[in-house]
């Protein structure tokens, strides 16, 4: 049977697979911190007909190459896009976020750490600083009773006026996390990426040291989806689809066309 | 019978042979770095005849490697070698494989990595990442952690023989050469498929209807056995 059906088929299964993704950051289009995931594609091994250097068809000289023909795609990863989402001020005193690179280190319930570019934290009732699914932020930060005014400076520094104090005391110290290759973290949800073997170990630094970004209190940082970017990826998965069943198309027209010959007298 | 049919059916099983070809690479058409394959025809005349139907038969696939548009990601280890040169990847004993999908990336044992296989430095070693520092590449292809160079990504130039090894990584084949390039790179840029959907649909449909042909001289030649048969039943009626 033709190679073509089935290397067409891989064709329209990755653009499916393409059409999930863009979808997803299209959902994700409102959510803080939220890093758009672009599809990678790798062709599949070659068939080898004739091997490059050979001699064939009873000749004596040797091709210059062989024949090949590669059997369709498939989709190798998908690595988020780690440009600055947009920034919006929201005055909020515990809305931070990351000018640059970098990630906040938070504790999950389970005592291992998690990276998040959401900045938008509150202050649990025991006065600690929490994202909103309730995880602590690392280093954690208590925040004194009775406090008037919470100031985080850009280069991470926490400091806190309390109620019948005029000067402002340090309360704590914000550290990001960096990786060498940011994009080989695992997305969990709830805005989480985790670290792994491709992604480096996590490097604890202040804000704005080797390369980070400074911190903007009283700012989001926004998705980083680019509505013009999705809708142009989906037009171009669906004719990219669109093609390869073409191809599905005239390979059946070919075999068609075969079978009639045999079949008419 | 005439030859002729087998002519037509040369004709058509090399068409057959180039949809596979352009079906690849259309499935192939959002694949970084992947080059497009070009299957070249020759017509060949049957052992010890110098004359009559010459046949159509694939006898090799190119690799068309023009570059493909390029695209721009921010991702500070996704490159593109200058000057259509290849970046090279260990692909075990001790073959060396290149492409030109420059998403770069790290291994689990601490190696960088490119098309899934480790990345090798201008001197055909794996480049290891010393853990928990930051690093940076250069657009002249050097690798540096705290302003120390630590390795110069070798790139190379391909010609000759080549051979496709999936994953988008090419290998040379016996004769082909890969002479070291500059090592210069775009940085934070990737390269796409250089397959061109026009170009493939208008093969496409051009593969189609040489095959409609080919299948139209074979049916002619059926109908020519038939009569033929026919006229033998009328000499002995």
């Known amino acids: ?265 | 019978m005439a030859n002729g049919i087998y002519v037509g059916m040369a004709g058509a099983s090399a068409r057959l042979d180039q949809l596979d070809s352009i079906a690849d690479n259309l499935a192939n058409a959002e694949s970084a770095g992947f080059k497009a394959e070009r299957p070249a025809f020759e017509s060949f005349l049957p052992a010890g005849q110098t004359t009559g139907p010459q046949a159509p038969v694939a006898v090799s696939t190119a690799l068309d490697l023009r570059d493909g548009a390029q695209k721009s990601t921010g991702r500070p280890l996704d490159v593109i070698p200058e000057g259509g040169a290849f970046l090279s990847v260990a692909l075990g004993d001790n073959k060396v494989g290149y492409t030109r999908n420059g998403q770069i990336t790290i291994g689990a044992d601490g190696l960088l990595m490119a098309a899934g296989h480790p990345l090798l430095d201008s001197q055909g070693q794996p480049i290891p990442v010393p853990p928990g520092e930051h690093m940076t590449l250069s657009p002249q292809g050097t690798l540096s952690v705290k302003n120390t160079q630590i390795a110069q990504v070798g790139t190379y130039k391909l010609s000759g023989p080549l051979e496709r090894l999936g994953s988008s990584i090419i290998g040379v084949g016996p004769g082909g050469t890969a002479p070291p390039a500059s090592g210069h790179m775009q940085t934070g840029m990737l390269e796409l498929s250089n397959t061109t959907p026009i170009e493939s649909m208008v093969q496409m449909i051009g593969a189609e209807r040489q095959y409609d042909a080919s299948m139209q001289a074979i049916q002619i030649y059926k109908t020519m056995g038939s009569r033929a048969g026919q006229l033998g039943t009328l000499q002995q009626g």
């Open chain 1, 1 to 265: 049977m033709l190679r073509s059906l089935y290397t067409a088929a891989t064709g329209m299964e990755a653009q499916e697979t393409m059409m999930d993704v863009v979808a997803n950051n299209l959902a994700n289009a409102s959510t803080t911190g939220f890093k758009a995931s672009q599809t990678n594609f790798a062709d599949l091994i070659s068939d080898t007909l004739q091997a490059p250097g050979g001699p064939q068809g009873g000749q004596t000289v040797s091709e210059p190459s062989g024949i090949q023909v590669g059997l369709g795609t498939r989709i190798q990863s998908t690595t988020p896009n780690l440009t600055q989402g947009t920034m919006s001020n929201t005055n909020n005193t515990f809305d931070l976020a990351i000018q640059g690179s970098g990630y906040f280190k938070v504790q999950q319930a389970d005592g291992t750490f998690a990276y998040t570019r959401a900045g938008n934290f509150s202050v649990s009732a025991q006065g600690q600083m929490v994202t909103q699914s309730g995880l602590m932020v690392e280093p954690g930060i208590s925040i004194p009773a009775q406090t008037t005014q919470v100031t985080i400076s850009p280069q991470g520094l926490v400091s806190a006026t309390v109620a019948g104090q005029t000067n402002a005391n340090q309360i704590g110290q914000i550290e990001l996390s960096t990786f060498t290759n940011p994009g080989g973290l695992l997305a969990q949800g709830n805005n989480l990426y985790s670290e792994t073997s491709a992604s480096g170990n996590a490097i604890t630094v202040k804000p704005g040291e080797q390369g980070t970004g400074q911190i903007a209190q009283g700012y989001l940082e926004g998705s980083n989806v680019q509505a013009v970017n999705e809708m142009v990826n989906m037009i171009a998965a669906q004719r990219a689809y669109e093609m390869n069943s073409q191809v599905i198309t005239a390979a059946n027209d070919m075999l068609q066309r075969l079978t009639n010959i045999q079949l008419s007298s």
